[in-house]
């Protein structure tokens, strides 16, 4: 199966035009918008493992620091998720918990062992189908934008729960390590080109029909 890169095709990842290469070596940039295009991401593998590792070096942070303090009728004590997570369930709040839990600790935990998983199978050449790695790859990009529930959560309540002697809610050092975790995550969802996981079933084929 002929792809665009055998065919001097690139695609503009800005604007989505399909252009003709420049050159054989060099793709140039996109005729309609002018962004440079790429045939595939640079240095993609490299990159996405780099965030990658650091952002799972930053979920132990993000979970062994309190991530916020609520203060109530002057008695309060700092929060990680996790213990935040059990006073939700003491308290309760089932579905505020099951919620937290979600975003908080399931989500970047997918995330990172997702695209880690999608790594390795482009590295050591799995041979897995690349409609399910492809799906896979889309779903970790779905669920990503859920994990930042949580920072948005705590910044709405450290700015709007400000009653004074009453109650207050403040944001720890978990919460900036936790904030690394998103972004990172999200940045090594970006960084890792989809189109590896296609090139490994062509260049399969290359091998099965010779
Ligand atoms: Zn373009």
């Known amino acids: 199966m002929k792809r665009g890169i055998d065919l001097g095709l690139v695609l503009c990842l800005q604007c989505h035009q399909v252009n003709q290469q420049a050159s054989a070596n060099n793709p ?3 005729h309609r918008c002018g962004a440079p295009l790429f045939q595939r991401l640079p240095q993609s593998l490299s990159r996405t493992w780099a965030l990658l590792i650091t952002a799972a070096i930053l979920l132990i942070p993000a979970n062994l620091y309190p991530i916020m303090t609520v203060v109530y009728f002057g008695s309060g004590q700092p929060d990680t998720i996790m213990s935040g997570v059990v006073r939700l369930i003491q308290s309760g709040q089932y579905p505020i918990a099951i919620l937290v839990f979600i975003a ?5 935990v997918i995330k990172i062992l997702g695209i880690a998983f999608l ?21 970790i990009e779905w669920i990503g ?61 290359e091998h099965d029909s010779n």
Not at 104 to 108: I, L, N, R
Not at 120 to 133: D, E, F, G, K
């Open 28 to 30: 140039g940039y996109c």
């Open 104 to 108: 908080s600790v399931a989500v970047p």
């Open 119 to 139: 790594l390795l199978v482009v590295q050591l050449r799995w041979r897995l189908s690349p409609h399910q790695c492809t799906l896979m790859y889309r779903s």
């Open 145 to 205: 934008r859920w994990s930042l529930l949580d920072l948005f959560m705590i910044s709405i309540l450290v700015t709007l729960v400000d009653l004074g002697e009453i109650a207050t809610v403040s944001a720890g050092t978990g919460s900036t390590a936790f904030a690394g975790v998103v972004v990172l995550t999200m940045m090594s969802v970006m960084t890792f080109d989809p189109r590896l996981i296609w090139d490994l079933q062509d260049t399969k084929d």
